[in-house]
Structures are given as structure tokens and as C-alpha cells.
């Protein structure tokens, strides 16, 4: 009697043992769900971009946090248009105020309604809160913008390169290594006494009828600026400032893309590559050339980080700055390498609005 009591008392003290494990389990599982929340969000929008701040509390000190943001413009009755963000922070506190670098709208015109939402993920869990109260323009719903219809419209057509398609020659790079497409423009008879600004959208490399995406772009002419500058916003497009009067390259459009086999083209031989893109500008009566060109880079630490050359000036424009960046160019389908950081420029293509 007193041996099956012991046993009896082990097995219960296993299945007590075991029960705890279990909720205490549960009890982990269920502790994210509590933690790190989205508060609030105060967002400015324009006719050209906006810029937002996202409030989150409960957070963890030390941990990296992603803020995945939207805010979708929809003008005239037309198709609804998203555009995305993400930011990316460590907590330094309980509760932070984080606030993006922005990111421009393209193709906005008409009366437009604008609204939002954000999602905030831990790095060190799955869970993710939804945020949704989504203030814009100082109101909660639909903010409401009036976008006049840009004075110049061109089509691909209206700016491709005349000619043969853009040699691509093929080439052998490691395992992680990117081609950096690259694009510039010089513009004439820009107005000097109000800001220009020139959207290129739609930027597509075509190369042995594969096509890759390239991000928007935007040139931005501006009478006060007197020191050019290129930035990649929130959403992955670049924004470049110009002072009106500057008349050599400027940096458009650019993207560094992994390389594949398509891109190597065997290791050998060439074949022809294009670069399209649509325009838009406030100017009706804007003029512009145009070149690209190709270069590879054994590694890139993303397209902000590589500090590109946004005007024709110590460098190329569109050259990467960054020196680490500089030190792993080797040769590509459009240069041999060395310090011809853009590649070989393409044949010129002109744009003229109607």
C-alpha cells in the first residue's frame, strides 16, 4: 500500500510538473500581444509627397522595431494608388515618436482623398498591432487635396534613345554582387524665378526581354537651393534639388538590382538593353537629353547608404560616394571597371513637351 501511494505521489508530481511547463508556455505565447502598440499617427500630405510621424508605446529598450505604413491616394473617382513605406527603429525608451523621411506622390491630380494605415512588428516576435486612428492634414478620415494636371505629359516613346538598343556586354561577378542602373538629364530654358519639378515614372531596364523595375524619380528645380542634393525617400523613389541655372548632369533615377543570369548574359557576347520611363513636369514648355548607364559593384549597402553623386561634379553624376562602395566596382556590361563608377554612357535621348 505504501509503495503504490509513492508511485502515486511521483506521477502526480510529474503531471503538476509537466501542467506548469504548459501554462507557463502559454503564458509566453500569449505576453506579445500586450506589448509594443501603435498610438497614433500624424501625417502631412500635399500634392507633392508627404512626411509622417507614428507615436508607439510598451516598447522594449533594445529591440528593433518596423513601422509598415500606406497611404493610398485615390483622385477623380480613379483607380485607388498606394504608396509604401517602411522605417525601422531601436527603442531607446517605453514610448517613442517616430518620424519618417517622407516620400513623394507621383501622378496626383484632380481632387484627391488621401488616407492611411500603419502596422508595427517586433523583431523578436511575430505579433504586429494595426493601427487605427490615421491622422492626415490635421483630421481624422479622408484628407481632401486639389492637384492641378501637370503642364507636360511624355510618354516612353517621346524620350526613348534613337538607334539600335543600348549594348549590354555580357560579364562574370560574385555571388551577391549588383548592377547599378543609373540615369541623368540636362534640362534647358528652366524657369528661374519658381520651382520645377519633373517626375519620371514607370522606369523600366529591359535587357534579352526581361524587364526590371527601377523606382520613381523626381528632379526637383528650385531658385533658393544652392547646393544640389539627392535623396532616396520613405518609398524607395529619389528626390533630386537643383538650382534652375545648373546646367550639367543631374542625377534622375537609379537602382541597384542582383545580379542573375539573365543580366551576365552567359558570361559572354552582348545583346541590346533599353531604359523607358514616362515624364511629367510643371513646366509646359520643358526640354531636356538624357543618358544611362550600368555598372557592377561586388556589394551594395542599399541605395541611400551608397551616398550617390547627385550632379556632375567631382564625380559622375550618379556615381556612388561612398569609398567602400567605390572599392568594389569591377567589370560590367558598360564598363571595364577601374573608376568608371556609372558605366559607359548610353546613346542621348531628348525630351520636348508638346
Avoid at 121 to 131: A, D
Avoid at 172 to 186: K, Q, R, Y
Avoid at 247 to 267: M, T, Y
Wanted: glycine share 12%; with cysteine; aromatic share 8%.
Amino acid at each position: 500500500m505504501f509503495k503504490r501511494m509513492t508511485i502515486l505521489r511521483k506521477h502526480l508530481a510529474k503531471y503538476l510538473s509537466v501542467s506548469g511547463m504548459v501554462l507557463a508556455l502559454l503564458a509566453l505565447s500569449t505576453t506579445p500581444a500586450w506589448a509594443h502598440r501603435l498610438t497614433g499617427a500624424t501625417a502631412t500630405a500635399n500634392c507633392e509627397g508627404y512626411s509622417l510621424s507614428v507615436n508607439a508605446i510598451d516598447l522594449t529598450e533594445g529591440t528593433m522595431y518596423t513601422i509598415d505604413y500606406s497611404l493610398t491616394v485615390t483622385c477623380s473617382g480613379g483607380s485607388p494608388v498606394t504608396f509604401k513605406g517602411v522605417t525601422t527603429f531601436k527603442a531607446t525608451a517605453s514610448t517613442e515618436t517616430v518620424t519618417t523621411a517622407g516620400g513623394t506622390f507621383t501622378g496626383v491630380t484632380g481632387s484627391c482623398e488621401v488616407t492611411g494605415s500603419a502596422t508595427l512588428t517586433s523583431s523578436e516576435s511575430t505579433v504586429s498591432t494595426s493601427l487605427g486612428d490615421f491622422t492626415i492634414n490635421g483630421g481624422t478620415g479622408p484628407a481632401t487635396l486639389s492637384c492641378p494636371t501637370p503642364a507636360c505629359v511624355i510618354p516612353p516613346s517621346g524620350t526613348a534613345i534613337g538607334g539600335s538598343p543600348v549594348s549590354w556586354n555580357g560579364f562574370t561577378a560574385p555571388a551577391g554582387s549588383v548592377v547599378w542602373i543609373n540615369a541623368h538629364l540636362d534640362a534647358s530654358d528652366v524657369p528661374t524665378n519658381k520651382i520645377t519639378t519633373v517626375d519620371f515614372t514607370g522606369v523600366t531596364l529591359v535587357v534579352n526581354d526581361t524587364s526590371y523595375a527601377l523606382p520613381n524619380g523626381r528632379v526637383v528645380f528650385n531658385p533658393a537651393v544652392s547646393t544640389a542634393s539627392t535623396v532616396v525617400n520613405a518609398d524607395g523613389s529619389w528626390t533630386t534639388t537643383v538650382n534652375p541655372t545648373f546646367s550639367s548632369d543631374i542625377f534622375f533615377d537609379g537602382q541597384a538590382i542582383p545580379v542573375d543570369s539573365n543580366l551576365q548574359n552567359g558570361g559572354h557576347g552582348n545583346t541590346g538593353s533599353t531604359l523607358s520611363f514616362s515624364t511629367s513636369s510643371s513646366d509646359g514648355s520643358l526640354k531636356f537629353q538624357w543618358q544611362w548607364g550600368a555598372a557592377v559593384y561586388t556589394s551594395w549597402p542599399g541605395n541611400a547608404a551608397a551616398n550617390i553623386e547627385p550632379v556632375h561634379a567631382a564625380l559622375q553624376a550618379g556615381a556612388p560616394r561612398n569609398k567602400a562602395v567605390e572599392a568594389d566596382l569591377i567589370q560590367g556590361p558598360r564598363g571595364g571597371g577601374g573608376s568608371n563608377f556609372t558605366g559607359s554612357w548610353s546613346g542621348t535621348g531628348h525630351g520636348t513637351c508638346p
